[in-house]
């Protein structure tokens, strides 16, 4: 087991419905991958076993040296997992202050540091800092989800869509931010995208799921000038 973290054959079933069926990948220390692929394609069941919110049906995860599979959530996020959600999931009713500091529930020093570095690197929430975080735009509470993410100081993040119904010019700054925080603090990355225009962009490795399998891999500037990629997840 090299890789700094690995999914071997891996399944996650609902009953009857088989999500992903037995997908490996693996990513560097501090590499950003891509997990591109439709809806449905079973990109959030994959994301969901790795960090213990579903018991895989089979498999493994390896994440620097440990195995994570049928550890809880707590334990994984420990390690320096952390996971953006579908749909981003903040508190609404809470300031973007607090939202922040949620991310860091489970540290005692280092906070205000930690807290300043996400506010340098996006202005607009210092701009919104006090604001109820439910009245902010889509891509602002993007902004807020991954920040508090990265209050948990992971080594390795996990984004859900980072980009859905989010204006392009908003992914834009996202994109910057996730290459910023991957070039100077050495946070690896898997990106899961439908959209795949900025997955592969900012990946060096991609991986293509359809209806639960891996359907092409290859390095992220190739799969951009792949034909059949071009046309299902970049409109041709
Ligand atoms: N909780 C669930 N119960 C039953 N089926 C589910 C559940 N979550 C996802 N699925 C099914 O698993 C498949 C993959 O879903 P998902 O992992 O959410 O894909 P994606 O994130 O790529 O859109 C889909 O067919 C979906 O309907
Ligand atoms: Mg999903």
Do not use: C
Request: charged content about 25%; hydrophobic content about 40%; overall charge positive.
């Amino acid at each position: 087991m090299t890789a700094h973290f690995s999914i071997r054959d891996l399944s996650v079933r609902y009953g009857m419905v088989t999500a992903v069926k037995g997908i490996s990948l693996e990513a560097a220390k501090g590499q950003i991958i891509s997990l591109i692929g439709a809806n449905g394609a079973g990109k959030t069941s994959i994301l969901r076993a790795v960090t213990g919110l579903t018991q895989p049906a089979g498999g493994e995860i390896w994440f620097d040296g440990e195995r994570l599979d049928g550890k809880g959530t707590d334990q994984i996020v420990a390690r320096g997992l952390a996971m953006v959600p579908e749909g981003r999931r903040i508190f609404p009713f809470m300031s973007v202050k607090d939202n922040l500091l949620m991310g860091a529930y489970r540290r005692k020093s280092g906070v205000a540091s930690d807290l300043d570095g996400i506010l340098t690197r996006f202005p607009r929430l210092k701009e919104r800092f006090k604001q109820q975080a439910g009245s902010l735009s889509g891509g602002e509470q993007q902004m807020v989800a991954i920040g508090r993410a990265l209050m948990s100081k992971p080594r390795l993040l996990l984004l859900d869509e980072p980009s859905l119904g989010i204006a392009p010019i908003i992914v834009r700054e996202i994109a910057r931010f996730i290459a910023s925080i991957n070039r100077d603090d050495g946070v690896g990355v898997i990106l899961v995208e439908q959209n795949s225009r900025m997955a592969l962009k900012l990946s060096s490795y991609s991986y293509v799921l359809e209806t639960g399998k891996i359907a092409l891999e290859g390095a992220s500037s190739e799969l951009a000038e792949n034909d059949d990629v071009r046309r299902a997840y970049l409109g041709g």
